[in-house]
């Protein structure tokens, strides 16, 4: 690279790792009462990564996991960075999740921090949540706790992030849900999909939505684990966008059938269990890596 530093777009590495770590911390008590948009949280969040060596950029996003395992979750988006062990690059950036118990349900007090997912170091092919070789990475966009069910009575809350690799004469930017498991201690990603894919051009723009669905398991399926289903919501032209995006600003979005370089996409594609990687896989028995979105 030119510069010895990891190009950032919105504080955040052009790429994340292939293979995330998982930590789960033991239990620390901070007594500082805190509330979402209070210096306090982010100076509590990098009391809880100093020892990882992270240094926090900005909180993102913070809010309670109503349908999390144990009463008073919450979860906490951040942005970070590191020193690398990768050759010419003294520093990466990065989003963090943490998973933090409070003392109340409505705002977190007297957090306990119970797990963190965090990237452990950079390399040039590094793809969590999406590589970015040639491709801008935007800073990680919210969290969602939506009723993701992957089991009777459990659930997965999930993380939105955003990509793009647009120029003056066009380009693409795509929305990629990534769904986090709390089990056994742990914090691990387990599913990844695309929920907004846009393109423009010279001519004009195209948008695609899709939604995710749980299902119950199939009948015969002893394993207990709901499918999800990544399901093509709507199709439309502008550059307006429901929620709105932060990329364009444009005239009212025209309804059409389907967008032509998104058709992968729009399939609906049933995702399945597999227990050996501990992962959704696709029907094809995939993973979403960064070469779909090129």
Known sequence: MANS???RSSKVARGMLPTLLTLA?????ASVQLNAQDEDVR???ASQVKPRNITVDSV??????????QPNLFVILATGSKPSRS????EFDFGFVILAKSQTPRELR?????????PEDTTPDQDWPISVSARRLSSPLSIDVAPFQIRKGEFAFGVRYGTDDLGNKGG???EVLSLFRYHDARLSEIFRAVTWAYERSMEDTCNSDMVIIANPPRAGDESGYFTLTSKHKRSYSGDTRNPP???FEGPHSIAIKSCEPFREFEKTNVHTWNAARGVYLDQDGKWLFPEALD
């Open 5 to 7: 530093r990891c190009h």
């Open 25 to 29: 911390l033991g239990a620390v008590v």
């Open 43 to 45: 100076a509590w969040v």
């Open 60 to 69: 993102v996003n913070l809010t309670p996991w109503p349908r999390g395992s």
């Open 87 to 90: 050759p010419g690059v003294t």
């Open 110 to 118: 007297g957090p306990q921090l119970l797990a963190l997912f965090a």
């Open 172 to 174: 693409h930017a795509y």
């Open 245 to 247: 995006s932060a990329y």
